[in-house]
């Protein structure tokens, strides 16, 4: 149920006083690049299909597997050459970690980073 403020304001708010929902067209200067120790294979998600072109062009290798709508790319070259190229194109890590579940056979061991690209880089490469 939403009701009107008699304020004199003409915003809309919820019966529980919430401020209405802002929806953001646009995307998140964020990244993360996850290693899997089994599959030597790096997953690359919250790129835009630009930047999956850019970044295949700077590792010199295709996507193994691209998906748009969920933006992940999947790449089976080393780690070291997916951090340097996201480095090149503006991004920069703001943390890394390990997650090892146990060293059986079915045990994740993965390797993640976290990266930033700041948003003067963000804005100007999405021109």
Known sequence: MRLELSNGVNSLIDINHNEPKKTLSGRMPYVTVRENAVKWWITVQGLNHHEVRLLAEKVSDQPESHNDKEKMAEFSVPSWQILNALERIGYRVVTSSCMITG??????????WT?????????????
Not at 103 to 112: A, E, L, P, S, Y
Not at 115 to 127: F, G, L, Q, R
């Open 103 to 112: 060293f059986g056979k079915h045990d994740t061991r993965d390797f993640v």
């Open 115 to 127: 990266m930033h690209k700041a948003k003067e880089d963000w804005e100007a490469s999405s021109k």
